[in-house]
Every structure is written in structure tokens, then in C-alpha cells.
């Protein structure tokens, strides 16, 4: 079975050459040099930006050839459109992937509520206040939110997404995404950081 996702001799930053592999399963940190590199890499592994030189392949298909939705992100501070609600920005790609059904939706979004904790009161309050009312957590946590429902077969995380969490906060988020891949067999995660972490898994040689 091809790599889920493979970077083949990458131009990064103009300057270095970048090579590795993600397997179904994985959850993998890259760490690299700066904010800039960390911005360009994930831009690259969404293919919203092409590879200058090299090759970025997903399930062994060149990067532009993938479904749409096959690949999500979550930004370190949520990356939420301010003018629009909570229940919007999360089902946002949902309508984009034309994955959207209200029941199916509204099961996946309680499910993974449940399992961060969050109480029906509270999801309430949350998802039917603008994004621009939300504090720093809440806008994370809508972020976070996003990418699992949208249950794409990679998911590209920002590591600013763990920043200035709460210890216990931390560990759920970490055990929530590690669920999430162990649930399929064509799952992997990739976080993407240019500072020092101390999250639990393997980094990128």
C-alpha cells in the first residue's frame, strides 16, 4: 500500500529539499525552521499551493488529482470567518464538499462534543454565537471541531493549536485526534510546528 501522504524531494523556503512519509495510521510531528516554512508546508500538503520542485503524492495519486475533502486542516487559532456563527464555520466545509446533510451532520458534531466534554447548555450557547464573540479556546475548539467532522483521510494541524490550553484541556484534545485516526484505516495526522513541543508523538527525522 502506497504512503498516505509522501513529500518527494520538496523545494521548501528556496533553499532546502524536503522528503518523508505518512502512513494510514500515523501521527506524525514535522518540525521546522520558522513560521514562514510552517506556513508553506502546510499550504503545500493542502495543495493550495504547488511544490516548486518535487512531488506530493496522497495514496500514491499526485496531490491535485485527490477528491476534494480528502485533506483538512486545523489552524493554530481556529481560523473561524468572524461574520458567521459557530454551527456555520464548522459545517462550512460540509456544504463545500456537498457533505452536508442536517441529520448526519448534527450526529457527528454531538458526537464529537460528547467526547470533549461539552455539555448540551453549552453547545447550544456556542454554536448560535458569532464567531467574533468566541473567546481564544472557544475559537480553537470550533476548529478542532471542523476537521473531525469533516473526517478527512489526512488532517493537517497547526501545533498553535495546543498553545496556552489548560493541561487537562491539552491531553483531551490529544486523545480526541488520536481516536479519531485509530477509528479508520485510512487515517493520519500530520502537526506542523516551528517551536519546540512536547506533544507525545514521533517526530519527523
Do not use: C
Amino acid at each position: 500500500m502506497p504512503a498516505l501522504l509522501h513529500f518527494n524531494n520538496v523545494a521548501i523556503d528556496q533553499a532546502d529539499a524536503l522528503s518523508f512519509s505518512i502512513a494510514a495510521g500515523d501521527i506524525r510531528i514535522l518540525k521546522v525552521a520558522s513560521h514562514e516554512v510552517k506556513m508553506e508546508i502546510i499550504n503545500l500538503a493542502l495543495g493550495d499551493l504547488a511544490p516548486a520542485n518535487g512531488e506530493i503524492s496522497l495514496q500514491g495519486q499526485p496531490l491535485e488529482a485527490t477528491r476534494p475533502g480528502m485533506i483538512g486542516w486545523i489552524p493554530g487559532d481556529g481560523g473561524l470567518i468572524s461574520n458567521l456563527k459557530t454551527w456555520e464555520n464548522i459545517t462550512l466545509p460540509l456544504w463545500y464538499h456537498n457533505k452536508r446533510q442536517i441529520q448526519s451532520t448534527e450526529e457527528k458534531v454531538m458526537r464529537w462534543l460528547r467526547a470533549l466534554n461539552i455539555d448540551n447548555r453549552a453547545w447550544e450557547d456556542l454554536m448560535s454565537s458569532p464567531a467574533a464573540r468566541l473567546t481564544q479556546e472557544e475559537h480553537k475548539l470550533a476548529g478542532l471541531l471542523r476537521g473531525l467532522v469533516l473526517a478527512p483521510q489526512l488532517l493537517v494541524v497547526d501545533a498553535g493549536l495546543f498553545d496556552e490550553l489548560d493541561d487537562a484541556l491539552r491531553q483531551m484534545w490529544i486523545k480526541v485526534l488520536e481516536t479519531y485516526v485509530s477509528e479508520s484505516d485510512y487515517r493520519a495526522l500530520l502537526v506542523v510546528t516551528s517551536a519546540f513541543t512536547s506533544l507525545p508523538w514521533k517526530i519527523i527525522e
